[in-house]
């Protein structure tokens, strides 16, 4: 099974800043997908990072906003841009294998903006 | 509406009591994923069930695929299980769907 490392595991940050969040998966998966969880709300999926090409982004979530990146099988990233005290979430995010018969999971980024 | 439903919300037990929480949910799904998330935020994925039963040490994760429900088990609980248990399920897409998680604390 594949193990999804992902940093920072939390972070303080000042209204304004952005905050990118990686995801490094010790094998290939094929899709990869970022979740958001608000404070006593349950984990939201923002959208799923394609490789080599655009995020598919759900309702509500823009790419001005989550920007992501996905430049190969093993990596991705997540920026919270121009942040302000409502984006304060944790953050997630997870892979599917080629056979697409398990799920992985990073560790969660805890994000506080202040 | 929300696919995917937990019961307890929240679960306080004594040291060492056997614990149960309850995953239903409205779609149908290729998997189920037991989370535990952690005080600081972290998440471990615990199981991942299609069918029947697994088991883990003290945990126990069982799933009824007709009826739609699965359950968690904690046997001898511990003040290190006190977490919150989020239960994910995945239908024919890929992406997954996510109770509101139960949150279990464990009195010494």
């Known amino acids: 099974s594949a193990v999804i490392s992902q940093k920072p595991s939390r972070d303080i940050c000042q209204r304004g800043t952005s905050l990118t969040i990686q995801c490094q998966v010790d094998s290939q998966v094929t899709m990869m997908f970022w979740y958001r969880q608000q404070p006593g709300q349950s984990l939201t999926l923002i959208a799923t990072?394609?490789?080599?090409?655009?995020?598919?982004?759900e309702s509500g979530f823009v790419i001005d906003k989550f920007p992501i990146s996905r430049p190969n099988l093993t990596f991705s990233t997540l920026t919270v841009s121009n942040m302000s005290p409502e984006d304060s979430s944790i953050y997630l995010c997870?892979?599917?294998?080629?056979?697409?018969?398990?799920?992985?999971f990073g560790q969660g980024t805890r994000l506080t903006v202040v | 509406k929300n696919e995917v439903e937990q019961s307890p919300q929240n679960l306080t037990a004594q040291e060492g009591e056997f614990i149960t929480i309850n995953c239903s949910y409205s779609?149908?799904?290729?998997?189920l994923h037991w989370l535990q998330q952690h005080p600081g935020g972290g998440i471990v994925s615990l199981f991942m069930?299609?069918?029947g039963k697994k088991k883990h040490g003290r945990l126990i994760a069982t799933i009824n695929i007709q009826e739609k429900h699965s359950s968690l088990h904690i046997t001898a609980s511990h003040p290190r299980d006190s977490a919150v248990y989020i239960c994910?399920?995945?239908?024919?897409?890929?992406?997954?769907?996510f109770g509101t998680g139960t949150s279990l604390t464990v009195i010494p």
């Open positions: 069930l299609s069918s």
């Open positions: 779609v149908g799904i290729s998997a």
């Open positions: 990072a394609n490789q080599g090409s655009e995020a598919t982004y």
């Open positions: 994910a399920v995945r239908p024919t897409g890929n992406q997954f769907y």
């Open positions: 997870s892979g599917t294998d080629r056979l697409n018969t398990e799920a992985f």
